[in-house]
């Protein structure tokens, strides 16, 4: 449930990236193709930043099991990634060029990375054979449900506030 909500909120969020484009091209004075590199950033670095990802999750797994843990704990990664993508989409709202929100979209992206990918990881280890794919397409459900929700709720969002 919670690799659920984390990809409803976490990547619904960076998934509907694309109703920003509109508003990205206006506020900066931009063209299309260039206001479309932000979002696409997103998902393309949270894709190759995924290596690194994986990284730091054979760390912390080899932590957890040295100390005598059964399960492998990815608290600290996930929550960096929280706090790294959150910097990154908040810090987006004040960009005055491309440069900057190209660079920002690759923030954010390494902070999603560290949260999406440990947490599937984590779903995976849990579950037995019989029901890791049942539990998987439920944690991957979320970032699903999220792009539908949030595409409903922030073109409301950037209609009202811009």
Known sequence: MGAFILHLVGLGILYSGGLYVRELEHSLGISREEA??????FTGSML?????????????????KKEGSSTTWMGPPIMMGGVISFVGLFSLSYIESVVAGFFLSLL???GASLF??????????????SS??????????GSGLGNFVYAFFLAKLIDSEG
């Not at 479309?36 to 950033?41: E, M």
């Not at 930043?49 to 999750?57: D, E, H, I, N, T």
């Open 48 to 64: 190759f930043f995924s290596l690194l990802a994986g990284k730091v999750m054979d760390r912390y797994s080899a932590l957890s």
């Open 108 to 110: 954010v992206g390494a």
């Open 36 to 41: 479309s590199l932000i979002p696409s950033t």
């Open 116 to 129: 999406a990918i440990p947490s599937i990881t984590i779903v995976q280890s849990w579950y037995g054979k």
């Open 132 to 141: 890791r794919a049942k539990a998987t397409g439920i944690a991957m459900a």
